[in-house]
């Protein structure tokens, strides 16, 4: 049916439920592509990885040792998944039609890196789509409004990201890119990251909303604190800010940054000043490592 070898990166994390509901769609849309489905189990406790091999014989699993969080897990599945494209989709994304076909269009423009798959809430209503990055106040935000995306340029429309939980990528570019950074370990903003450094490439990232999906439950959200997920996603914030703005641009981020620190001191916001040291810590110990 097409040229591409496919492969589907779906990593697992205490999800025998959330696989026994949706996994099937996805091996019903799969099979007329060959598509090798490889599930990176991330250490699970509920018995993921033995439902996986008595229920999904087909499927080619790979199990971490240990828990390793999203982002290595995917990288890892990547790494092993045999194929051109990868699409990566996380255990609570339901497919009800042909998600695979309207996406491997896209594929045709050797310099597209990755398409991004719309993703719908149970009820049918727009869940995530294209994504616009901009920065206020020195730190990064993403616009997920379909509003305030960019244009259709000649009937493409492009994002500045491929979303993580359900998208498509060329495999020898995220090769070449090194994977998702782990410098965002476990979770969130690592496919900002690696979309900005895409671009910075010169690569395209298209939004293709005919390749439709379900997005159920929120893996992340199901399975850590919320105190835990707003620091996570705080500190990496902040890391993406102090990694990729350089010169006067980096200048004036860390000195807006700084002052966010010092009236969240005189604030008493301990989420955002326990994200400051931290990845002010994470950016030191990088930097002796490359001293080395």
């Keep these: 049916?097409?040229?591409?070898?496919?492969?589907?990166?779906?990593?697992?994390?205490?999800?025998?439920?959330?696989?026994?509901?949706?996994?099937?769609?996805?091996?019903?849309y799969s099979q007329k592509y060959n598509a090798q489905i490889t599930i990176v189990d991330d250490g699970s406790s509920d018995g993921s990885a033995e439902f996986i091999q008595s229920h999904f014989g087909d499927v080619n699993l790979i199990l971490n040792r240990k828990n390793?969080?999203?982002?290595?897990?995917?990288?890892?599945?990547?790494?092993?998944?045999?194929g051109d494209i990868a699409i990566l989709l996380n255990t609570d994304i339901e497919a009800r039609s042909d998600f695979i076909a309207p996406v491997l269009a896209h594929f045709k423009d050797d310099n597209v890196f990755a398409v991004s798959l719309k993703s719908r809430n149970p009820d049918g209503t727009f869940r995530e789509g294209a994504k616009r990055l901009?920065?206020?106040?020195?730190?990064?935000?993403?616009l997920h409004n379909e509003d305030d995306q960019y244009p259709p340029v000649e009937g493409i429309r492009y994002t500045d990201y491929p979303v993580g939980?359900?998208?498509?990528?060329?495999?020898?570019?995220?090769?070449e890119l090194g994977g998702f950074d782990?410098?965002?370990s476990p979770f969130y903003w690592e496919d900002t990251d690696l979309g900005y450094r895409a671009?910075?490439?010169?690569?395209?990232?298209?939004?293709?909303?005919?390749?439709?999906?379900?997005?159920?439950?929120?893996?992340?959200?199901?399975?850590?604190?919320?105190?835990?997920?707003?620091?996570?996603?705080t500190r990496n914030r902040i890391l993406f800010s102090l990694r990729h703005k350089r010169g006067l641009v980096?200048?004036?981020c860390k000195i807006l940054i700084a002052f966010?620190?010092?009236?969240?001191?005189?604030?008493?916001?301990?989420?955002?000043?326990?994200?400051?040291?931290?990845?002010?810590?994470?950016?030191?110990?990088?930097r002796q490592v490359s001293k080395a």
């Excluded at 049916?1 to 019903?28: A, E, F, W």
């Excluded at 390793?68 to 045999?82: C, D, H, L």
Aim: charged residues 25%; contains cysteine; proline residues 3%.
């Design 250 to 252: 980096g200048i004036y």
């Design 260 to 286: 966010r620190g010092l009236f969240s001191f005189i604030g008493g916001n301990r989420v955002f000043l326990e994200a400051l040291r931290q990845a002010t810590k994470i950016l030191n110990e990088k």
């Design 199 to 233: 671009r910075g490439h010169g690569w395209k990232i298209v939004y293709e909303p005919s390749a439709e999906v379900y997005h159920h439950h929120g893996v992340i959200a199901t399975s850590f604190e919320d105190e835990y997920i707003k620091n996570v996603r």
């Design 182 to 184: 782990d410098l965002y």
């Design 134 to 142: 901009v920065f206020r106040a020195g730190l990064p935000k993403v």
């Design 68 to 82: 390793e969080g999203f982002i290595r897990t995917v990288n890892r599945g990547v790494k092993e998944s045999s």
């Design 165 to 175: 939980g359900h998208c498509a990528l060329r495999i020898s570019m995220f090769k």
């Design 1 to 28: 049916m097409t040229d591409y070898r496919i492969g589907i990166v779906i990593p697992c994390y205490n999800s025998r439920q959330l696989l026994k509901q949706y996994l099937p769609s996805i091996i019903d």
